[in-house]
């Protein structure tokens, strides 16, 4: 694997759209490479033959993504960090969701599991861990997004400063060009990093399933 920084290019401008991934019908990895999508050819993984019609992200956050992207165009920065901050979550829950249907965990367990752990702290902090043996953290630096992380939730940090009012740590007045110009680069990474973390736990998951293992 190429240790590339990938989140050291910090862009000069956000992409004008979400890119768009082609899902294996059999193994769930993914890629950008339109010719799987057309089945030009089979998937590196597993050589299944691609049927064009499953794509990354999910209809819904792309509609999210086009929201985000226009209110960046109006300046909106308050609006644009607290709508990257709910994409984000949303699709970390999509990924957790893809760990644990690989691993075989039906829809009641898968939502049994995210309905336990709600808050986003607890779904990095001890779900992603426990469901692919690694600290989400040490994943995005393998992957080449060590700064996504801590990024991530300093940006959680801000937003939460601004929209609850704490007795503790006092309120933010204003979120600013500087946080929304951090929360479109998040949003950039965000699509590449979370298809690499699925291609390595989900496209894999059959040598690493803890669901399989206990038969
Ligand atoms: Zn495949």
Redesign the pocket.
């Known amino acids: 694997m190429k240790h590339v920084r990938a989140d050291s290019r910090h862009a000069s401008s956000p992409a004008r759209e979400a890119p768009t991934f082609f899902e294996?019908p059999?193994?769930g990895?993914l890629t950008p490479d339109a010719r799987f999508g057309a089945d030009e050819i089979v998937?590196p993984?597993?050589g299944?033959h691609g049927d064009g019609r499953r794509t990354f992200p999910p209809e819904r956050l792309r509609r999210l993504d086009a929201r985000i992207r226009s209110y960046h165009d109006d300046e909106e920065h308050e609006i644009v960090v607290i709508l990257v901050e709910t994409f984000l979550e949303s699709i970390l829950e999509d990924i957790i969701d893809r760990i644990l249907k690989a691993r075989g965990a039906d829809v009641t367990v898968r939502e049994v599991v995210l309905d336990g752990q709600r808050a986003i702290g607890a779904r990095i902090g001890r779900l992603f861990p426990h469901l692919t043996g690694e600290e989400f953290e040490e994943a995005a630096a393998e992957l080449g997004y060590r700064e996504f992380p801590q990024r991530w939730r300093k940006l959680r940090a801000a937003r939460n400063a601004f929209i609850h009012d704490s007795p503790f740590r006092g309120t933010q007045e204003s979120l600013s060009a500087d946080d929304a110009a951090t929360a479109m680069e998040l949003l950039d990474q965000a699509y590449e990093l979370f298809v690499l973390i699925n291609n390595r736990f989900v496209?894999s998951a059959e040598q690493t399933s803890p669901f399989c293992d206990r038969a």
Do not use: D, H, R
Request: proline share 0%; net charge neutral.
């Open positions: 294996c059999q193994c990895f998937c993984t597993c299944a496209a």
